[in-house]
């Protein structure tokens, strides 16, 4: 079965960092595209970033710089490092295998996702 | 503020016919990327519904439909059933954000 879950949310305090993870079975993060979605409390979705199958990474605007994305393939594992982080970045965090043609991308499956809490 | 627009809303009765609309323009749906269509039932993640404008993955019933015309896609659901009760999601790529985008979303009421 194809499956998806994340881990590593929590409360952090404006500026500091948080590391999501997110082990998926049924198939291999290496020979996927993947790619971190986030929801704000009683929002919308919101796309993150992206990592392609050839190691390639794409960012939104919103976190560029300050995100990271990257993958263990010993452990089918895909992260995301969060540095400076905001009171804005507060969300639910969902990672999803991005499926792709030449015409645009699509996410399925997604994980259950990990709620991220920036506080004072 | 998303540069793919959805109403916020949408209601109708059971067996009824309803449908979202997904507005975008030259630099995303209209300069020929697909649009995809994701359905979030309260309190869980969101499921893909349709894929490439109009296909459905295996196992989502065969009332939900796409379509995609000029800068716009559709979304339509028929035979309406309470368990349709839900928030829907049209997403696509823009070329002048260079990155993917969903529209803010649809919550549709079964009344």
């Known amino acids: 079965e194809v499956q998806l879950v994340e881990s590593g949310g929590g409360l952090v305090q404006p500026g500091g960092s948080l590391r999501l993870s997110c082990a998926a079975s049924g198939f291999t993060v290496s020979g996927n595209y993947m790619s971190w979605v986030r929801q704000a409390p009683g929002k919308g979705l919101e796309w993150v970033s992206i990592i392609y199958s050839g190691g390639g990474t794409y960012y939104a605007d919103s976190v560029k710089g300050r995100f990271t994305i990257s993958r263990d393939n010993s452990k089918n594992t895909l992260y995301l490092q969060m540095n400076s982080l905001r009171v804005e970045d507060t969300a639910v965090y969902y990672c999803?295998?991005?499926?792709?043609?030449?015409?645009?991308?699509?996410?399925?499956?997604w994980g259950q996702g990990t709620l991220v809490t920036v506080s004072s | 503020q998303s540069v793919v627009t959805q109403p916020p809303s949408v209601s109708g009765a059971p067996g009824q016919r309803v449908t979202i609309s997904c507005t975008g323009s030259?630099?995303?749906?209209?300069?020929?990327?697909?649009v995809h269509w994701y359905q979030q039932l309260p309190g869980t993640a969101p499921k893909l519904l349709i894929y490439g404008n109009s296909n459905r993955p295996s196992g989502v019933p065969d009332r939900f439909s796409g379509s995609k015309s000029g800068t716009s896609a559709s979304l339509a659901i028929t035979g309406l059933q309470a368990e349709d009760e839900a928030d829907y999601y049209c997403q696509s790529y823009d070329s002048s954000l260079s990155g993917l985008v969903f529209g803010g979303g649809t919550k549709l009421t079964v009344l």
């Open positions: 999803a295998r991005a499926r792709y043609t030449s015409s645009s991308n699509w996410f399925d499956p």
């Open positions: 030259s630099s995303n749906i209209g300069a020929g990327y697909d």
